[in-house]
T-cell receptor, first 114, second 118 residues
């Protein structure tokens, strides 16, 4: 069975601080996909990144960066110079691909205070 | 980019009535769509996998007779909550992938439908 653990239920930081959201996953699949989504109060899911299990290269997109480490089954997400607009619930998710749906973590509520 | 649209965005109904939620892929064909449910301040849970032209596959614990799924075309899947009760009040979100699923395509989510059963 697949499992995604986001141990941080809520994080609160002051604007401009850097913040890292942790994600640890469990799967028996050798091929799998990892995702991060942002869910603002309006409810829609905003896609941030998809990473397949064969690509351990870290990625940076503007203020966002992701650290994928298969050795520790982790896929952590860092926001540098956080802004108030980053406030949302962030979900890490896992899929075996093909016709598999996503297994979501419980989410981390990120609060950026001005 | 590809768009998945849900309708209605929100709906309020009386206990015992049935509610239908539509999920459409607007600019691609989706042989597989997924339905998720999210209770307040909780995570998204996969309810079922909707397959075009065949029966949906339900996750353990999801009543297939209560949550009817129809995927009659490559661009439309519907979720009908039959005889809705207050405990069915939730945020329902669909997702779809063009072509061969995650291995070859992206996964897109609808805007979600918020159901409130009085």
């Amino acid at each position: 069975a697949q499992k995604v653990t986001q141990a941080q239920t809520e994080i609160s930081v002051v604007e401009k601080e850097d913040v890292t959201l942790d994600c640890v996953y469990e799967t028996r699949d050798t091929t799998y996909y990892l995702f991060w989504y942002k869910q603002p109060p309006s409810g829609e899911l905003v896609f941030l990144i998809r990473r397949n299990s064969f690509d351990e290269q870290n990625e940076i997109s503007g203020r966002y960066s992701w650290n994928f480490q298969k050795s520790t089954s982790s896929f952590n997400f860092t926001i540098t110079a956080s802004q108030v607009v980053d406030s949302a619930v962030y979900f890490c998710a896992l899929s075996g691909g093909g016709a598999d749906g996503l297994t979501f973590g419980k989410g981390t509520h990120l609060i950026i205070q001005p | 980019g590809a768009v998945v649209s849900q309708h209605p965005s929100w709906v309020i109904c009386k206990s015992g009535t049935s509610v239908k939620i539509e999920c459409r892929s607007l600019d691609f064909q989706a042989t597989t769509m997924f339905w998720y449910r999210q209770f307040p301040k909780q995570s998204l849970m996969l309810m079922a996998t909707s397959n075009e032209g065949s029966k949906a596959t339900y996750e353990q614990g999801v009543e297939k007779d209560k949550f009817l799924i129809n995927h009659a075309s490559l661009t439309l899947s519907t979720l009908t909550v039959t005889s809705a009760h207050p405990e069915d009040s939730s945020f329902y979100i669909c997702s779809a992938s063009p072509g061969g699923g995650l291995g070859t395509g992206e996964l897109f989510f609808g805007e979600g439908s918020r159901l409130t059963v009085l």
